[in-house]
């Protein structure tokens, strides 16, 4: 028996294909790892603030695991991320944001500047307190100026009333006839304020000798004091000036109309 009829003869196109199939599931195993690796890197670079790697990595990264030589020069790699895995130089660091330090600033400022206005506050409340109690004292002696007069008018009514009063006894005490001769040549107010303090039956009896053109003008004076509302004497009975007011007053005149 010879060798050749001991092993089979060999087939090169099995073989070819055999390879082949090998070679392309070994580029396409690291096609798709590269593809990852770029995923998964430019995942990491947006979380991390970095840029993605480039598309050379992923390259150099198949070429390395199908064993093929690099079809390209090889550039130094890029400084490790803090996962351990080569990638692009990270960004520029930007300053922290200041927002307590400048909400800080603000406050020191602000209470620097009503430090300065406490002063002048504090000036201009001194003044406004000042001027105010002098205004509330000017309105107490005011006030005790008015009490005071008012207490003087109330003296000055009460002499003046007691004064008419006296003065109606007194020519009540009279005679009418001599009454009466007085009072024709008192002036016409005097009188009027005499008869009004007067008794009514008393000042009756007086009007009655008097002159008439006397007491026409007596009666229209007490008729229009009457109607002023002048407070009624002090005295029993109706005033002289009430009962002057029953009269129809006719033909009036002024007082000084003589």
Known sequence: MTMSNRLPAIRPLPLTMLALFALLVCKSAGIVYAATALLQSATDGKSDGRAPAAPGDSVR???ALT???????????GPATSQGKPGAAPASAQPPASDEHELADELARQRQELALRSPAADARD????????????KLDDLAQRQKAVDSAESRRADVDAETWTNL???YEAMAPKSAAGIFDVTEPRLLVNIVDHMN???AAAILAVMQPERARIATQMLALSQSNARPAPVASGESAAQTAAAKPATDVQSPTGQ
Do not use: E, F, H
């Not at 064993?67 to 790699?77: D, E, F, I, N, V």
């Not at 001194?126 to 004292?137: F, H, K, M, Y």
């Open 200 to 202: 009514v039956r008393k």
């Open 168 to 170: 109606a006894k007194m």
């Open 67 to 77: 064993g093929l030589p690099a079809r390209l020069a090889p550039s130094p790699a």
């Open 126 to 137: 001194d003044v406004l307190n000042t001027a105010q109690s002098r205004l509330q004292q």
């Open 61 to 63: 990264a198949s070429d």
